[in-house]
């Protein structure tokens, strides 16, 4: 069989043709520049501020700063969180730059570390590609095209930071 020209054309998406079923499609990164790291800061709104605020011990909240979900709030109050396209992940991003099951925040105790799960695009903290990374209050994540800041819970800052 031909091979069809319009997929021929599309770079940066992997196709299966052979597998008889539709394969996982995660679009890479065309150019270094969509990786450069400008941090957004911490400017936080009064009612991003409030939630932060109204943490309890032991939870935190990941910030949508920009991507396609611009503003969402996650809470992060379980010992796994997943994130990732697939439509089970407990944090779903709808977006080709993100794996299926691209990466896990872990906690333990009051810590929380972002674990990638081999992802095509990877992780990043901080502008820096990570396999697994502390996160302290501020931290910015990437994500495929979604970054987010992270903050610890009021209540367990001193535990957090000091990492």
């Known amino acids: 069989m031909e091979e069809n020209a319009r997929d021929a054309g599309v770079s940066g998406i992997r196709r299966d043709a052979g597998s008889g079923g539709s394969a996982d499609t995660t679009q890479t990164f065309g150019h270094d520049s969509d990786l450069s790291f400008v941090p957004f800061g911490t400017d936080l709104t009064d009612v991003e501020r409030e939630a932060i605020d109204a943490l309890p011990s032991r939870a935190a909240l990941l910030l949508v700063r920009s991507g396609p979900t611009a503003g969402a709030r996650y809470l992060l109050d379980t010992d796994v969180t997943t994130v990732g396209r697939h439509p089970e992940a407990d944090i779903f991003?709808?977006?080709?730059?993100?794996?299926?099951?691209?990466?896990?925040?872990?906690r333990t105790g009051a810590v929380f570390e972002l674990v990638d799960q081999r992802s095509l695009n990877g992780s990043y903290v901080n502008g820096e590609r990570v396999d697994?990374?502390?996160?302290?209050?501020?931290?910015?994540?990437?994500?495929?095209k979604f970054r987010l800041n992270f903050f610890?819970?009021?209540?367990?800052?001193?535990?957090?930071?000091?990492?």
């Not at 991003?93 to 872990?106: G, M, N, P, Q, Y």
């Not at 009021?154 to 930071?161: K, L, M, N, S």
């Open 93 to 106: 991003f709808d977006d080709v730059t993100v794996s299926r099951r691209h990466a896990e925040i872990t």
């Open 132 to 144: 697994r990374a502390v996160l302290v209050d501020g931290s910015e994540v990437r994500i495929g």
């Open 152 to 163: 610890a819970s009021p209540a367990d800052r001193g535990q957090v930071t000091s990492g």
